[in-house]
């Protein structure tokens, strides 16, 4: 089960990719989470999301590819896994995509749970992160 949102931006694929990179401050542009932390991102780096309603979870580096502004983490559930996966999808112009995708024997319960949440918060998260990619 997966939800994802797609969205043009006036910001450079630069800086959309240096907005995403920057783990402390994902909680100003993602408004699903309290706090973000880790070492810088690289594929394998583990690190840590609050969010706003629910446990503390950690997270690992599953896909990460600088060259084609791509990267992906996991979060594990129980009996399942979360995946966001965030690209950017066209440098000129400059289009972004996150997708979630709940998988595992779990997955379409947490997809029936957290679902609905995902569907309302990807279009206001990403419309967040291209205004504070816009404004440098």
């Known amino acids: 089960m997966g939800f994802s949102y797609q969205l043009q931006t006036n910001a450079s694929a630069d800086a959309i990719w240096g ?12 408004l699903g989470l309290k706090d ?4 810088p991102l690289a594929l394998g780096i583990q690190g840590t999301v609050v ?9 690992k580096v599953t896909e990460f590819n600088e060259p084609t502004y791509t990267y992906a983490f996991e979060n594990n559930l129980p009996g399942g896994k979360l995946t966001v996966r965030r690209t950017i999808v066209s440098t000129s112009p400059t289009i972004i995509e996150h997708r979630v995708t709940l998988s595992g024997l779990t997955g379409w319960l947490f997809g029936q749970l957290m679902g609905g949440g995902f569907k ?12 504070i990619a816009e404004s440098g």
């Not at 309302?120 to 967040?128: D, E, F, I």
């Open 19 to 30: 907005v995403w990179m920057d783990v402390a401050n994902w909680k100003d542009w993602d």
């Open 36 to 39: 973000a932390r880790s070492e």
């Open 51 to 59: 969010p706003r309603s629910g446990p503390e979870s950690k997270f």
């Open 120 to 131: 309302l918060a990807l279009p206001p998260t990403m419309h967040k992160l291209a205004e």
